[in-house]
């Protein structure tokens, strides 16, 4: 009896240590091809805010991280990618985070001409409720694309907040939460490239590899 039960622990612990093994080769493995396909979606992402003829550095290779618990969300490392065309500055695109939605983190991509002005913005990813907080979305609905070519000024800040709220900003049938959370963190966004704009433009690239 104990040495059948000796013999099943001895067999349970090697299956365990190969699947362990093998899971992490697959792992190791896998990781340079998921690294590349992030890659290719960021850029992906980053074209379709700032348009490819419209600068002619590598957009990719010119990222930097920064932090600001205020206006990108508190506890969070951003990338920033500047866009330039014969080194004169064309736009940034930088990430940005809002925990004021239903449920979690809803991430940003942000794109932002030199003259501050709104190039587009686009869902990263997020988890917020199926058929009703997705809409954000540019597979759900158009919504995102009501931020194209709008600017922030300090003095007409109550337009930066949905209709409900006495803002300029439609928001979902049903819903407010999400949209809104969504235009507070575009406008933080905007603030923060104000106030930041000529260090952005001047910052070194520090993303290493972005794995």
């Known amino acids: 009896m104990l040495v059948a039960i ?19 080769t697959i792992s190791q493995l896998t990781k340079p091809l998921i690294a590349k396909q992030e890659q290719i ?14 600068y002619d550095n590598d957009i990719f ?11 990108l969300g508190k ?14 500055p064309v736009a ?11 449920a979690g983190e809803i991430k940003l991509a942000v794109g932002i001409f030199e003259n501050g002005e709104v190039a587009g913005v686009r869902v990263i990813r997020h988890t ?12 759900k609905t158009d919504w995102i694309y009501s ?9 007409q800040d109550v337009r930066w907040e949905v209709k409900k709220n006495g803002g300029d900003i439609d ?12 235009t507070l963190a575009v406008k933080d966004a905007l603030i923060y490239f104000t106030a930041n704009k000529q260090k952005l433009f001047a910052h070194q690239a520090d993303c290493g590899d972005l794995k």
């Open 171 to 182: 928001a979902f049938t049903g819903a407010t939460i999400t949209p809104r959370a969504v």
């Open 92 to 102: 940034v695109m930088l990430e940005t985070s809002t925990f004021k939605g239903y």
């Open 6 to 24: 000796s013999r099943n622990g001895f067999l349970l612990a090697a299956f365990a240590i190969v699947c362990t093994v093998a899971i992490a």
């Open 75 to 88: 506890g969070q490392t951003q990338k920033v990618f500047i866009a330039t065309k014969g080194n004169s």
């Open 128 to 139: 917020e409720t199926p058929g009703l907080g997705d809409k954000i979305q540019t597979n």
């Open 41 to 54: 979606a960021l850029i992906n992402t980053i074209n379709q805010l700032i348009p490819a003829e419209s």
């Open 61 to 71: 290779a010119s990222c930097f991280l920064v932090n600001d618990d205020l206006l």
């Open 147 to 155: 931020f194209n070519n709008k600017t922030y000024q300090k003095a």
